[in-house]
């Protein structure tokens, strides 16, 4: 299997081998947590952005910290806001997980960012995290005004496990009529507890997330949930039966990605439904490859195409 990886990265790949000796038990993610903080590259500071907190209440009285990135020139018109989900299997990641990425799309769509610190499994499994979620998403709509968004532009988006959530969030604000998103960008998105597609089936280990992380993720964060046939498709959106009404919708996944199989099914399943719909398969690339190597030129092209997703995703409210 490593014979299809882009050369470009490799490396980088070879390099994560040790994450692939974590044990993903419940006992274990406190100090799995411990040693992935460790791991993570230092923020990058951008004089050009703003960076604040603002704690706010969660439906269960959790408190729910939200970090908003601006630009720090005072623009007079409203910006379009994009609400941030960090991955990790809805079992790992932070809220600064993203802050490189954040700074970037506010640099250069001129949108405020938000990014959502959700509670994680196992400690908090469903609906936690979505419910966290939706509660920080109304919370923008809510104070559209004081924080000078223009509401007709708001979208949702993340990676992996935020993928999956975005997925879900989007199926739930549309099911609640409140609020209306112009956009969604699930990024390889975590979004089918079954696990049993022949893309999971290929990737059984290593390549960062794999069948197995996958099973020990899923069985977290659906708790007394898992195995059962009655899977909300708030918490799995590939059980959603009617994805008619969703915004339009950009997403991508790597050709050895575990998620390639079941991306490609909701893709299909969101044109069917007349959703307006961009997708891009990145040959040789694996589970998060543009974080893993940010310097090779199949990462470059992705990142850029995010942006320029969203940048699209605005613009294209302003052609309406």
């Known amino acids: 299997m490593k014979k299809r990886v882009n050369p470009e990265l490799l490396p980088s790949l070879e390099a994560l081998e040790t994450f692939h000796d974590f044990d993903f038990k419940p006992e274990n993610m406190p100090a799995i947590r411990e040693q992935m903080a460790e791991m993570e590259a230092p923020s990058i500071i951008d004089e050009n952005v703003r960076i604040t907190e603002e704690n706010i209440m969660g439906l269960d009285e959790n408190d729910l910290k939200l970090r908003i990135y601006r630009l720090n020139s005072n623009e007079e018109a409203l910006s379009p806001v994009l609400l941030w989900m960090h991955g990790g299997g809805y079992v790992l990641g932070t809220v600064e997980h993203d802050d490189q990425l954040c700074t970037r799309i506010v640099n250069e769509v001129h949108c405020v960012v938000v990014s959502v610190d959700y509670r994680l499994a ?16 109304k919370w923008i709509a809510d104070n559209s005004e004081s924080l000078q968004i223009d509401r007709s532009k708001i979208g949702i988006a993340g990676a992996s496990a935020g993928g999956g959530l975005t997925a879900a969030l989007s199926l739930l604000a549309r099911d609640r009529n409140y609020p209306s998103l112009c956009f969604q960008m699930p990024l390889y998105p975590m979004i089918d507890d079954r ?27 659906l708790g007394e949930l898992h195995g059962s ?30 998620f390639r199989d079941e991306s490609l099914t909701y893709v299909s399943k969101l044109a069917q439904a007349g959703v307006d719909v961009e997708f891009h398969l990145y040959p040789g690339a694996y589970h998060g490859f543009e974080r893993s190597n940010q310097n090779a030129e199949i990462s470059k092209r992705a990142v850029n195409e995010y942006i320029q997703a969203v940048k699209f995703a605005f613009e294209k409210v302003n052609s309406k």
């Open 122 to 137: 196992p400690d908090h499994p469903y609906p936690a995290a979505i419910e966290d979620c939706y509660t920080a998403l």
């Open 195 to 221: 696990n049993n597609t022949p893309s999971s089936s290929e990737i059984k280990e290593g390549f960062v997330w794999n069948q197995k992380a996958n099973e020990a993720g899923w069985k977290m964060y």
């Open 229 to 258: 046939g009655d899977i909300p498709p708030y918490a799995a959106a590939a059980r959603a039966e009617d994805y008619s009404g969703l915004p339009f919708t950009y997403t991508c996944v790597g050709q050895l990605d575990p």
